[in-house]
């Protein structure tokens, strides 16, 4: 990524809430996985106390509120604690509000409502949907996946949101459909990163329709069981936890059904150095850097970077016989 490295993850505190600890705290409700374990019931904790994205003047109040926390879903497991919400959400890449980390205040600028969403392209189902009723026709569940930068931070958090494969349904691909492209707002008057026009605004992103239908892709509306920062993609964003974290694009208005390549916001950048699929690999160095560590953000701690992240069981396959050289960058 075209980015000046910043130092902002050695901050010296330390970072990390045990996983055991966020979800005894959640109320469990049943979903697939919770098998033995046995949770506390009763939501409401301190560890929750990243703010919802706060509103920008004409937002109004956020009448999703009622669906936050959602319940758990426990098949998904981390192998570290919980990155601190402060650190999660005060560290973020979102170049529509600057090409550095601090963008915090600067996105809270994004109207989010009224918010659309346009399903289009090769589906039955074309449509235009309003975020606040498309919330209320899927069922939100709360996930904890790690999130794995290619600019070899990473950090471990609980989404709230829907499998994408809710969306792919709703749009009923059509049988040529091949891959999705999703899109990012485009407001260059509140989010100032769109005036530099050398970046090809609106960001786009894409996953093939095989991973579009992966249990793990997800939409994610919220964070740390409440609606989603502004500054973490509100209202709505991609989370692919097995890819650098530059797939999983924020505050998408538009899923586009293709059976074309979608030519990505980073391709077209620097094709070179970013590719279409981007899924993470520590034995294939990004050109300017080794991806074999990864930094945990908020914390002093370095571990081995695992080959799709650690994911591998539920994704591995959709690679099969595919030429590795495409797959890793
Ligand atoms: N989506 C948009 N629209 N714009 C961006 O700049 N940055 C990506 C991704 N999604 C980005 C984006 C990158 S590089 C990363 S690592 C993640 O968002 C960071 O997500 P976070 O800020 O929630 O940690």
Redesign the pocket.
């Known amino acids: 990524?075209l980015v000046k490295i910043k130092r902002g993850w050695e901050l010296p505190e330390s970072a990390a809430t045990p996983e055991a600890s966020y979800w005894s705290r959640r109320r469990v409700m049943g979903v697939a996985g919770a098998g033995s374990l046995l949770l506390a019931a009763g939501a409401g904790s301190r560890l929750l106390a990243a703010g919802p994205a706060l509103a920008a003047k004409n937002d109004g109040p956020d009448p999703t509120l009622d669906l936050y926390p959602a319940a758990p879903n426990l098949r998904y497991r981390l192998d570290r604690p919980l990155t601190k919400p402060d650190v999660?959400t005060s560290?973020?890449?979102?170049?529509?509000f600057g090409s550095h980390k601090s963008i915090v205040k600067a996105a809270q600028a994004l109207p989010i409502r009224p918010w659309t969403v346009t399903i289009d392209g090769m589906v039955e189902k074309p449509q235009t949907l309003d975020f606040d009723a498309l919330i209320r026709q899927v069922k939100l569940e709360e996930r904890t996946y790690r999130?794995r930068?290619?600019?070899a931070w990473a950090?471990a958090v609980p989404w709230t949101g829907f499998p994408m494969a809710e969306l792919v349904k709703l749009a009923e691909p059509q049988v040529g459909a091949k891959f999705v492209r999703f899109e990012?707002f485009k407001k260059p008057e509140v989010a100032s990163g769109q005036k530099q026009f050398w970046y090809p605004w609106p960001?786009v992103e894409g996953v093939t329709l095989a991973e579009a239908s992966n249990e793990l892709a997800f939409i994610a509306t919220g964070l740390y069981g409440k609606p989603m920062p502004k500054?973490?993609?509100a209202p709505l964003?991609v989370v692919l936890p097995w890819k650098?974290?530059?797939k999983?694009?924020?505050?998408i208005v538009r899923a586009t059904f293709t059976d074309e390549k979608p030519k990505t916001f980073w391709e077209t950048v620097q094709g070179s150095e970013y590719g279409f699929f981007a899924n993470v690999n520590p034995a294939v160095p990004h050109t300017r850097w080794s991806q074999a560590e990864e930094r945990i953000i908020g914390t002093e701690d370095k571990r081995p970077t695992q080959i799709y992240n650690g994911y591998g069981e539920f994704v591995a396959g959709l690679y099969d016989g595919m030429d590795a050289k495409i797959l890793f960058r």
């Open positions: 990524m999660a560290y973020n890449n979102f170049y529509e999130l930068c290619v600019e950090m990012t960001y500054q973490n993609g964003r650098y974290g530059f999983s694009i924020k505050s």
